[in-house]
């Protein structure tokens, strides 16, 4: 599974980045998650299934 953070976003006080995860679906297609975050949770999603 790929994973990849992508950009870091600024607003205001908050630290924000988004990150892209590959996910294999049912049809072995891959489908592509995008999300904005906090970096400090970012890892926590990436690891998730």
């Given at each position: 599974?790929?994973?990849?953070?992508?950009?870091?976003?600024?607003?205001?006080?908050?630290?924000?980045?988004?990150?892209?995860?590959?996910?294999?679906?049912?049809?072995n297609?891959?489908?592509?998650?995008?999300?904005?975050?906090?970096?400090?949770?970012?890892?926590?999603?990436?690891?998730?299934?």
């Amino acid at each position: 599974m790929a994973k990849k953070t992508v950009a870091t976003l600024q607003t205001g006080s908050k630290k924000l980045t988004k990150a892209i995860k590959m996910i294999r679906g049912k049809s072995n297609a891959y489908v592509f998650s995008e999300k904005i975050l906090p970096s400090d949770h970012v890892n926590d999603w990436l690891s998730k299934k």
